[in-house]
Nanobody, 115 residues
Framework: QVQLVESGGGLVQPGGSLRLSCAVS????????VGWYRQAPGKPRELVAT???????NYITSVKGRFTISRDNAKNAVYLQMNSLKPEDTAVYSC?????????WGQGTQVTVSS
């Protein structure tokens, strides 16, 4: 069983920053690829960024240069540093991983970018 808990969301003005955290409760965290997804109202969920066990990262085009995904294997955590936030980044952000053919999700954290 793998559990994920997100935190760090909130209301921020355009151009501001937020750091999301995803705490992963499993002893095999270091072997997992973890992704951050987001879903805005009325839109499909999209994959924002991923980080592999070796620390390789990928981002969707719209967040490249603004968002940074990282992991701390000692703390069983993955982070999403979001800078230069835009109103279109408003969404519920969730972290995700897959283990033994089962996909696990956190409950999500709301990010609202508005003046």
């Amino acid at each position: 069983q793998v559990q994920l808990v997100e935190s760090g969301g909130g209301l921020v003005q355009p151009g501001g920053s937020l750091r999301l955290s995803c705490a992963v409760s499993t002893s095999i965290f270091s072997t997992l690829t973890v992704g951050w997804y987001r879903q805005a109202p009325g839109k499909p969920r999209e994959l924002v960024a991923t980080i592999t066990t070796g620390g390789s990262t990928n981002y969707i085009t719209s967040v490249k240069g603004r968002f940074t995904i990282s992991r701390d294997n000692a703390k069983n955590a993955v982070y999403l540093q979001m800078n230069s936030l835009k109103p279109e980044d408003t969404a519920v952000y969730s972290c995700n991983t897959r283990f033994q053919s089962v996909t696990y999700w956190g409950q999500g954290t709301q990010v609202t970018v508005s003046s």
